[in-house]
């Protein structure tokens, strides 16, 4: 399968993103001091396809992220069915993370790729109540990653959606440090309450064993979880994955719309997930019981956009 790379040219910093594999940046070296950090964990071979699709790089989670109860919800009185695809039957991560995008544009250091549901997964269309587009950006500055998201409705019908990314982060970030050094950071003082991996609808406050907004280290935890009630100052808020004796730190950076992060740790992998979501899981069916989940709508010609970073430096204290 054909494999984008694109390259900073003062850092050398680079990236590979599969457009054929839901446009899918599998790989992030990001040079920091002429040292190469390799950010982004993918599983061996997943560019050449036949792996998950959520399971390396960064995932698009699109137009809903997590899972929807048994792939059922109603949306303006007609009911959707999608097809369940987890251990419980639920619908998970979107309609775009395991098809083909098209590239749309591209330079030495910036790539854009477009999914188009009615063009790009025909046979999809009946899932969703409106047709949809996303374009997404890739941009290498230095060492930094960039992604901006576009989202417009091209159809007749108001567009629900939800966006999330499923970035999976290197740890440790030096061949010379152990996972044992290692510390992930989320400014969040709650969580939404899960029985089988869904929402109750309840949130419920952080506590010694999931407080992460002084960082916390890995290696003790064990995390499948949907964090919330994000704190911050300023425009935008920093979740970070930090190696102390590496003297690294990875900083994923999100504007207010990404509400909800959800922080995993995928068993046997050295790796971690942060996940920067609009919307919490199943979030069409809690918006339909009256809860204020950050579900949002497009109107016919419509378009949002927003967007976040990822970069790679010392760390600061």
Not at 155 to 162: D, I, M, N, Q, V
Not at 233 to 252: N, S, W
Request: proline share 8%.
């Amino acid at each position: 399968m054909a494999v984008i790379t694109i390259t900073d040219p003062l850092s050398g910093s680079t990236a590979r993103i599969a457009p054929e594999l839901g446009f899918n940046c599998f790989e992030f070296r990001a040079v920091v001091g002429g040292k190469t950090i390799d950010v982004l964990d993918a599983v061996s071979g997943f560019e050449s396809g036949g792996q998950k699709a959520s399971g390396s790089g960064i995932p698009i989670l699109f137009p809903f992220p997590n899972r929807i109860r048994d792939g059922r919800f109603s949306w303006n009185g007609k009911e959707y069915v999608l097809p369940g695809t987890d251990k419980w039957g639920n619908a998970i991560h979107g309609l775009c993370m395991d098809r083909p995008w098209r590239v749309i544009r591209q330079s030495a250091d910036f790539v854009t790729g477009q999914f188009q549901l009615s063009v790009d997964a025909p046979d999809r269309v009946e899932l969703w109540p409106s047709d949809f587009v996303i374009e997404v950006d890739y941009e290498l500055v230095r060492s930094r990653l960039l992604s901006r998201f576009r989202i417009s409705n091209p159809g007749t019908h108001k567009l629900p959606w939800g966006l999330g990314t499923h970035p999976y982060f290197k740890v440790p970030l030096d061949a010379k440090s152990r996972v044992e050094d290692c510390l992930v950071e989320v400014p969040a003082k709650s969580l939404w309450e899960l029985v089988d991996c869904l929402p109750t609808g309840k949130r419920i406050r952080v506590n010694d064993e999931n407080d992460l907004r002084e960082g916390a280290y890995l290696s003790v935890l064990k995390l499948d979880d949907v964090y919330t009630d994000l704190e911050y100052e300023g425009p935008q808020y920093d979740c970070l994955v930090l190696d102390e004796r590496a003297g690294l730190q990875v900083t994923l950076t999100c504007p207010p719309i990404f509400r909800e992060i959800v922080a995993f740790t995928p068993p046997n992998r050295a790796a971690v997930c942060l996940e920067p979501y609009t919307c919490p899981t199943n979030a069409v069916n809690l918006q339909a019981q009256g809860l204020d989940v950050g579900w949002r709508v497009l109107g016919p010609g419509q378009e949002f956009h927003t967007w976040i970073d990822l970069s790679v430096g010392p760390v600061i204290a």
